[in-house]
């Protein structure tokens, strides 16, 4: 279980000083299962999203996960997957195979490369792990991304606006197989757009601003 | 021990991915010391009464050195992951070391490969005389690179706050050029400006270089490896600050942005 308590949170620049309020003592709990946070853009979800991880430190506010209140200076982002349009998560210049290992192995997870080419055919980037992630279209990269989110397995899974960019096809199976793990875990979809969660997520599940 | 492997061989691949990159480097390097053996043929005689080798000998050897610093691998990976976006996946409080790590690694080792391709050019052209001792060489190699990475370390923590407008980077490689002695001894500075050579531990690896390189002398025989062994204990003074530079970041929300 995953619980934010008053967390408020400002970019600030350091010369000159100045502060830009983002989120104002914000409060959410999360159970098991796939929650969706819809706001326009500029709510700053993926700030909050960033926050859940651990790469930003808010103003105020607490964190507890599974009933523990977290330190933020050994903050356990490994509890947590987080999937960002906004911002790279793979090297352009090494191949999509290069980045899931290393980026793996730093998460001390085992290289398996059966399990990678099932979730490979399963995504239909079986023919992109060798390839340059650069050479890559949008959509292949975000593939690739889930499929990294995917083999980490962790009991957290944070996603932002992760569809925006994914075929029909693909995207069927990317819900389905969310809903299938949303069991036994938290998986988290911030999104601006209403209808790409509409009868995917649970309506109790949803949080609009 | 196996994720600073992987994220050296990550630098590799993508020093490799740009496939002049390394040969760049390695003539910038040449043609820089070649305008030092002309500059050596013209001047030599006026040069030489400072120096116990002749003007191109000193400059081969303290730029050799001087290359574990100034090729600023640590500072550039830095700035070039934030630019990426990726810096953020990267120091996360559970691999934050490795990280530091494999760079301080990967930085030896580019600037050793340097180092060992131009005395094999020096040997087989025959443009310099060496007497090397090359166990001391060995030491003063790992000893000078530990203790310019905890330098390179504290400036990228400027880095990580300040961005671009990093003053320290300047400043640290324009005294270390100035001061230190690469291009010219640190006697012919002025005297009221050489307690800033005796601060930096590059002063310490030239002059120890000189003695290695050309008077094949042993590691123990050496005062300024010793004074370089006390830089080295700023290298986790450097990690500690390299942290919290990432934790004000963090703070601030712009780890990032470039």
């Given at each position: 279980m995953l619980e934010l308590k008053n967390i408020s949170f400002s970019y600030k620049t350091i010369i000159p000083f100045k502060k830009n309020k983002v989120i104002d003592n914000l409060s959410l709990k999360f159970d098991k299962g796939l929650y969706s946070i819809i706001a326009q853009n500029g709510w700053g979800k993926t700030t909050l999203l960033k926050i859940i991880k651990g790469f930003l430190i808010p103003d105020c506010g607490e964190i507890i996960i599974n009933g523990a209140k977290t330190k933020f200076k050994n903050y356990p982002s490994d509890y947590f997957s987080l999937f960002s349009n906004s911002f790279k998560n793979f090297y352009p210049q090494l191949t999509v195979i290069e980045n899931i290992k290393l980026f793996l192995t730093l998460e001390d997870v085992k290289i398996d490369l059966k399990k990678i080419n099932q979730f490979s055919k399963m995504l239909g980037i079986e023919n992109y792990l060798n390839k340059k992630t650069q050479e890559l279209s949008t959509g292949s990269i975000a593939k690739a991304i889930l499929l990294k989110i995917f083999i980490e397995d962790k009991n957290f899974i944070l996603l932002d606006e992760p569809f925006s960019n994914i075929d029909e096809k693909s995207l069927e199976i990317i819900k389905d197989y969310l809903t299938k793990i949303s069991m036994k875990k938290t998986i988290i979809i911030a999104t601006s757009k209403r209808n790409e969660t509409k009868g995917f997520v649970n309506e109790k599940n949803i949080i609009s601003y | 021990?196996?994720?600073?492997?992987?994220?050296?061989?990550?630098?590799?691949?993508?020093?490799?991915?740009?496939?002049?990159?390394?040969?760049?480097?390695?003539?910038?390097?040449?043609?820089?010391?070649?305008?030092?053996?002309?500059?050596?043929?013209?001047?030599?005689?006026?040069?030489?009464?400072?120096?116990?080798?002749?003007?191109?000998?000193?400059?081969?050897?303290?730029?050799?050195?001087?290359?574990?610093?100034?090729?600023?691998?640590?500072?550039?990976?830095?700035?070039?992951?934030?630019?990426?976006?990726?810096?953020?996946?990267?120091?996360?409080?559970?691999?934050?070391?490795?990280?530091?790590?494999?760079?301080?690694?990967?930085?030896?080792?580019?600037?050793?490969?340097?180092?060992?391709?131009?005395?094999?050019?020096?040997?087989?052209?025959?443009?310099?005389?060496?007497?090397?001792?090359?166990t001391s060489l060995i030491i003063l190699i790992i000893i000078s690179s530990l203790s310019f990475s905890a330098l390179s370390i504290i400036t990228a923590s400027f880095t990580v706050l300040f961005k671009r407008g990093n003053i320290i980077s300047f400043l640290l490689s324009v005294i270390e050029s100035f001061f230190s002695g690469v291009y010219f001894p640190v006697e012919v500075i002025p005297n009221f400006l050489r307690p800033i050579s005796k601060i930096i531990p590059m002063t310490y690896s030239i002059k120890a270089s000189q003695k290695i390189f050309y008077s094949n002398i042993k590691f123990c025989d050496i005062l300024e490896i010793k004074m370089l062994i006390i830089f080295c204990f700023f290298l986790p003074v450097s990690f500690l600050l390299f942290k919290k530079a990432v934790y004000i970041s963090k703070k601030l929300g712009n780890l990032n942005q470039y």
């Amino acid at each position: 279980m995953l619980e934010l308590k008053n967390i408020s949170f400002s970019y600030k620049t350091i010369i000159p000083f100045k502060k830009n309020k983002v989120i104002d003592n914000l409060s959410l709990k999360f159970d098991k299962g796939l929650y969706s946070i819809i706001a326009q853009n500029g709510w700053g979800k993926t700030t909050l999203l960033k926050i859940i991880k651990g790469f930003l430190i808010p103003d105020c506010g607490e964190i507890i996960i599974n009933g523990a209140k977290t330190k933020f200076k050994n903050y356990p982002s490994d509890y947590f997957s987080l999937f960002s349009n906004s911002f790279k998560n793979f090297y352009p210049q090494l191949t999509v195979i290069e980045n899931i290992k290393l980026f793996l192995t730093l998460e001390d997870v085992k290289i398996d490369l059966k399990k990678i080419n099932q979730f490979s055919k399963m995504l239909g980037i079986e023919n992109y792990l060798n390839k340059k992630t650069q050479e890559l279209s949008t959509g292949s990269i975000a593939k690739a991304i889930l499929l990294k989110i995917f083999i980490e397995d962790k009991n957290f899974i944070l996603l932002d606006e992760p569809f925006s960019n994914i075929d029909e096809k693909s995207l069927e199976i990317i819900k389905d197989y969310l809903t299938k793990i949303s069991m036994k875990k938290t998986i988290i979809i911030a999104t601006s757009k209403r209808n790409e969660t509409k009868g995917f997520v649970n309506e109790k599940n949803i949080i609009s601003y | 021990m196996k994720k600073i492997l992987y994220l050296i061989r990550k630098n590799f691949l993508i020093e490799i991915h740009y496939k002049f990159s390394i040969f760049s480097l390695f003539f910038s390097t040449l043609f820089t010391l070649l305008i030092f053996f002309m500059i050596d043929k013209y001047f030599k005689s006026k040069i030489s009464p400072f120096l116990s080798v002749d003007y191109f000998s000193y400059i081969f050897s303290s730029f050799m050195i001087f290359n574990y610093s100034s090729n600023q691998t640590i500072t550039n990976s830095i700035t070039s992951d934030i630019n990426m976006q990726i810096f953020e996946n990267l120091v996360e409080n559970k691999f934050i070391n490795y990280y530091l790590w494999s760079l301080i690694i990967y930085s030896f080792i580019i600037s050793t490969t340097e180092l060992f391709l131009f005395l094999i050019f020096a040997k087989l052209t025959g443009i310099l005389n060496f007497n090397i001792n090359y166990t001391s060489l060995i030491i003063l190699i790992i000893i000078s690179s530990l203790s310019f990475s905890a330098l390179s370390i504290i400036t990228a923590s400027f880095t990580v706050l300040f961005k671009r407008g990093n003053i320290i980077s300047f400043l640290l490689s324009v005294i270390e050029s100035f001061f230190s002695g690469v291009y010219f001894p640190v006697e012919v500075i002025p005297n009221f400006l050489r307690p800033i050579s005796k601060i930096i531990p590059m002063t310490y690896s030239i002059k120890a270089s000189q003695k290695i390189f050309y008077s094949n002398i042993k590691f123990c025989d050496i005062l300024e490896i010793k004074m370089l062994i006390i830089f080295c204990f700023f290298l986790p003074v450097s990690f500690l600050l390299f942290k919290k530079a990432v934790y004000i970041s963090k703070k601030l929300g712009n780890l990032n942005q470039y």
